[in-house]
Nanobody, 117 residues
């Protein structure tokens, strides 16, 4: 079992930056690939960025060049640095821990990001 707690969301103007954090507790952090997902109002949850236990990253096209995902295994934390934010980035951002081999996945409660002037 893994508990995930997101933080760092808020209201920011277009062009601004935010850094989201997701702190994990419980089972061994390093066995999980970690991801950030976004759910905009009226839309399905979608992958924004992911990072494997070995540090390999993957980004949605909309996030490439603006967002950076990273993880600190010593702190059991994954981060999402978001720069040049746009109104379309607005939504609830969820942290996910996933282990495909064990077929398990855990979600955090989400943190709201609003990009508006």
């Amino acid at each position: 079992q893994v508990q995930l707690v997101e933080s760092g969301g808020g209201l920011v103007q277009p062009g601004g930056s935010l850094r989201l954090s997701c702190a994990a507790s419980g089972s061994s952090f390093t066995i999980y690939s970690m991801g950030w997902y976004r759910q905009a109002p009226g839309k399905q949850r979608e992958l924004v960025a992911a990072i494997t236990s070995g540090g390999v990253t993957n980004y949605a096209d909309s996030a490439k060049g603006r967002f950076t995902i990273s993880r600190d295994n010593a702190k059991n934390t994954v981060y999402l640095q978001m720069n040049s934010l746009k109104p379309d980035d607005t939504g609830v951002y969820y942290c996910n821990a996933h282990n495909a081999g064990r077929r398990i996945s855990f979600w955090g409660q989400g943190t709201q990001v609003t990009v508006s002037s």
